[in-house]
């Protein structure tokens, strides 16, 4: 895990391009170029902090949270992929679960382990983390309390002998869910009188109505992630409704300081239910000082990038929500380049029917339900993927698909989007009702060599069963030809219903 280090980058300079004018719903821009220094630079799609073995290649962790382990229907387990020069392998691999030696709990029914993923430093010793959330887990009689459980990296790997328990410590309630959304990053020091001396990542938490934040105490051996004094209420964020539940969570750098930002998504409920928001919080020395970053529409999908070359992170929102265009749409948000943060007006607005974009847009695509970043052609800027689990393949309803939007120094371009479906000859398997395939979205470089293939899961395949399809990256991004797929017996692990791919960590 590559962090934001100290004032060594603080004579870094780059090249940006300042997004000036764009098209109204077409997805065009222009821009012209300008120059300046870049103190703190992106921590978006670059630096990716999913290297549990500490060989400099990303692995890969999928949640299947309704793996029936040991007899408890929706248990829940996780898969691990180490990968190497060769790529994504599935021969040298883990599957972790609460019924894992030394793992702590026990697999129960309806617990749902591995329904949210993250990954990061969590102790600073050059091997990145795995947090694993149980928002069903029951708490001392409480109904999904939900915990989480850290799994330690090492030169082996991740091992359930090397694992914590997290939850929240100020009190678990019934129906919480702590753990449905977890992101880790350096969102402030561990000991804010020393703000450089310990490069540890903290975790994010998600409950339905609250976020947390954990942190490993400085100075200290012990592996046991503590609760932060700074809990942040879903009553206390602006919605478009009367009332807010949180869903995901997305970091980048989107202003010019050390510190990674957060943007934290939800849904309002009430009597007007379901439309999106985004809340985006600064990073700063001390837990106690992050600081507003602004609101923004739309949501609940989120990622994070550096699309327009200034060096500090861009963010897009997936709006599916109530109140969303048709079909589903997303938007670029713009990092300022100075300690602001994102531009409060949209840079670019996408939709199945902007121009250059294959398909059409229809009730229920769902068309921004998930989202990741990486550049799929090599040239040095981020490309998008967009997953549409509600995608009609001809006559078969949500059967999903995956589209790809090819980066440029404006944001998007509308030339070379490409769209990818179980319909193609080169992509294994048939479209059927309820695949959801792009329901999660993942590029991913796991060979090294500078160009991120997709990950495009299926939780709903083979009636919940779950699979996920690897497609090959080449100099003109994605292609289909050479594609594959696995599911978790692949990997040893339980099949029926696991809805294996629900959650693959960004």
């Not at 992929?81 to 697999?107: E, F, I, K, W």
């Not at 001392?140 to 082996?156: I, K, R, Y």
């Not at 998930?370 to 800027?381: K, M, N, P, V, W």
């Amino acid at each position: 895990m590559r962090h934001i280090t100290s004032s060594a980058l603080m004579t870094a300079v780059l090249t940006t391009a300042a997004l000036l004018t764009v098209g109204a719903g077409d997805g065009t821009a222009s821009a012209a170029p300008s120059a300046g220094p870049v103190p703190f630079p992106s921590i978006g799609w670059q630096q990716r902090n999913c290297d549990y073995d500490g060989d400099g290649t990303d692995d890969v962790l999928i949640g299947a949270p309704g793996g029936t382990v040991s007899g408890a229907t929706g248990a829940g387990y996780v898969t691990v992929q180490y990968s190497s020069a060769g790529g994504l392998s599935t021969t040298d691999r883990s599957v972790l679960h609460q019924d894992t030696a030394s793992v702590p709990g026990g697999a129960e029914a309806g617990d749902g382990f591995g329904r949210a993923v993250a990954s990061g430093d969590l102790d600073n010793d050059g091997y990145d983390d795995a947090v694993v959330g149980i928002p069903g887990e029951d708490l001392a009689g409480l109904s999904d309390a939900g915990g989480a459980v850290v799994f330690w990296g090492s030169p082996t790997g991740l091992h359930g002998s090397d694992s914590t328990w997290l939850e929240n410590t100020d009190g678990p309630r019934a129906g919480a869910h702590f753990g449905r959304a977890l992101e880790a990053a350096r969102y402030f020091a561990p000991d804010p009188a020393a703000p450089d001396a310990d490069l540890r990542d903290s975790v994010a938490v998600l409950e339905d109505d609250a976020l947390l934040f954990f942190t490993t105490p400085p100075g200290g051996t012990a592996r046991q992630p503590e609760l932060s004094e700074r809990t942040i209420r879903a009553r206390d964020v602006p919605s478009p409704g009367p009332g807010f539940e949180f869903r995901n969570l997305s970091h980048g750098n989107y202003n010019e300081d050390p510190w990674a930002d957060l943007a934290v998504s939800g849904v309002s409920t009430g009597d007007r239910p379901g439309a999106g928001s985004v809340q985006v919080l600064h990073g700063a020395p001390d837990v106690s000082g992050l600081g507003d970053g602004g609101t923004f529409p739309g949501g609940p999908a989120v990622v994070s990038g550096d699309w327009d070359g200034t060096g500090q992170d861009d963010l897009v929102i997936g709006d599916t929500g109530a109140g969303s265009p048709l079909g589903g749409g997303i938007t670029l948000y713009l990092g300022r380049g100075d300690l602001a943060g994102l531009e409060p007006e949209p840079a670019q607005y996408w939709t199945q029917d902007s121009d250059g974009v294959p398909g059409v847009a229809e009730a229920g695509d769902r068309w921004g339900a998930d989202l990741s970043a990486g550049d799929t052609d090599g040239d040095g800027h981020p490309d998008l993927a967009v997953g549409a689990p509600g995608e009609d393949i001809g006559s078969v309803p949500d059967a999903g698909a995956v589209w790809v939007l090819r980066g440029d120094p404006t944001g998007f371009t509308r030339a070379g989007a490409k769209s990818f479906d179980q319909q193609l000859a080169d992509i294994p398997g048939t479209a059927e009702t309820s695949d959801r395939w792009g329901g999660q979205v993942r590029l991913i470089d796991a060979d090294k060599d500078g160009r991120f293939g997709l990950l495009a899961a299926a939780p709903g395949e083979n009636t919940d069963d779950g699979f996920v399809w690897v497609l090959p990256a080449s100099s003109s991004g994605l292609v289909a030809k050479g594609s594959w797929t696995y599911d978790g017996a692949r990997l040893g692990a339980p099949v029926a219903d696991a809805r294996f791919g629900a959650a693959v960590d960004e």
